[in-house]
């Protein structure tokens, strides 16, 4: 499970980082996406996997069995998805808009404020 | 009022200063004056905290009562209180300028419960004791100003959010990527929690890899070189008011990040990448004012030196000394101050000739001597003339680097404040002091269609502000120093956050 989830972890980022490097627009928010997601997995899988063992607190006891997952994790990968979400739509609302004032969705054109 | 209270004020009125704004969107004059009132609230309260910081040291609240390093943690050390007083000035000026600045259509409804956003997550920012904190901090902050950013939806400001928007989001993946690994080896968010896993040398082999990250995360949203392009794609694009709290707080927001960084959580990593540090700060340097030399319009030419000048703070941290720290300390708030009112009295030009490019100004100390001085007082403050507080800043900076035997970077550093003054020069000859090329007739009469006092009032408190920090040099400075001191010796941090609930809310 590590192996398939390390290799993900790599394919996303690869992944994200050739959509980012394109000049389409549209293959710049997939990018921001599978970057985002690669990162997510990243910090769920930090604390390394458990499976089948929740942290839950059996009933009368003060702390979780030993060997459970660590919900900490679990936690800040819930807050940052939900961050990325609000991120990812943002960003595209924003795209959309440049691209509607622009008329094109090439990239490498947007050079206006760089002019020197 | 217990020391708890004091700190979550500071995160407390921003968020109803928000939320009131937010309420009395229809009725735009209560809401202004509702958002002025928030600025001076927090204003207050940050006075409060720096007064009560300077006596106690370090002040730490524990979210809940949950202890360290379980719960969440603020912290006030000398550093993040000198900072939310500054960031709280910044903002107060901010809302009055805004009074005139943004006033057309629907945007007003937006910009003050956005800056009161955008104030929550800087002052989160500095007072935050967790990493993973610190993160959703930047978060507030980065979400509020893309929405700053694009107010108004104009074709330049849309392009330059492009950027500013997909590489502030692809810092925080990179973000979130470095603070997970570090989580994954040391089980552990505190800061201070980290920095006592890490005085353990087996441990620090580790944490190379989420150091780096960390590094180009904080290092983005700072604008180091080479990750500073988002900034003068930007800056100039939106609102002056928002460009002016952009200006002044965000960059530096990156900068007490990485200060943080390199004396608690990561100083075990900090030998390894001195000699990077020193050299992206010179590179940093020479880029940005390079930059700036080519540019002929006002606020493209500041922003230009807002990276410069993120150079000698870098450079101040990358020394290490307790000169060193107090220079980048100093060097923060007084580019703060007058980086935003520099952007100020751009606005005011803008405002009165309808642009910003140097070739199409003039005539302006022949006709508003005032702005003259308004000008004058930041923008040689920048370039670093005695006694104006830029002065004692780069003094700081430069004596620490020949104490450390820099001898190089301190020789780029001298060589930059040069550059720094031509570039203000140019902009002084160009917009003040030659003819106005539309003939003397048509210089006379302003272009002012609305009244200018709620944006002179900002600039002329912000430039006496930089007079008095250069005359009272010697106590801004000693403060400074006390900053220092207290993060050359993280003992006494540590100590605070994770020895006991004293200051715990219950």
Redesign the interface.
Known sequence: MNLVLALCIGILFTAGIVC?LQRCMMR?VVG?IL??Q???L???????LTSGEPALVAEGAKVPPPGAA?A??QA?VL??IV?GF??TV??LT??N??RE??GHDD?DA?S???R? | MSDATIIFLQLVIPVAGAVVCLATGRAPRVQRVCGVLGSIAALMAAVLLVARVDDAGVLAAQASGWAAPYGITLVADRLAAGMVLVAALVGLATAVYGLRDVTDGRLPWTFYPLLHFLLLGVQGAFLTGDLFNLYVWFEVMLVASFVLLTLGNGRAQLEGALKYVVLNILASALFLVGAGMLYGKLGTLNMADIAIKLQDPSEVALLHTSGILLLAAFGLKAGIFPLFFWLPASYHTPRVAVSAVFAGLLTKVGVYALIRGYTLFLSGTFEDLRSLLIWTAVATMVVGVLGAAAHFEVRRILSFHIVSQIGYMVLGLALMTPLALAGAVFYIGHHIIVKTNLFFVGGIIEEMRGSGELGRLGGLYRNHPWLAVLFFVPAFSLGGIPPLSGFWAKLAIVEAGLEAEAWVATAFALGVGILTLFSMTKIWMEAFWKADPRGEEAAARTGARKPLAPLVLPAAAFATITVVIGLAGGEMFAYAMRAADQLMDNAIYIRTVLGGLEGGVP
């Open positions: 980012l710049l921001l970057l985002g690669a990162a997510n990243i910090v769920f899988t930090g604390a390394g660590d900490l994790p800040m807050t940052a961050i609000g991120l943002f960003a924003l795209l808009r440049a004032t622009s990239l947007f206006e404020t760089d020197i």
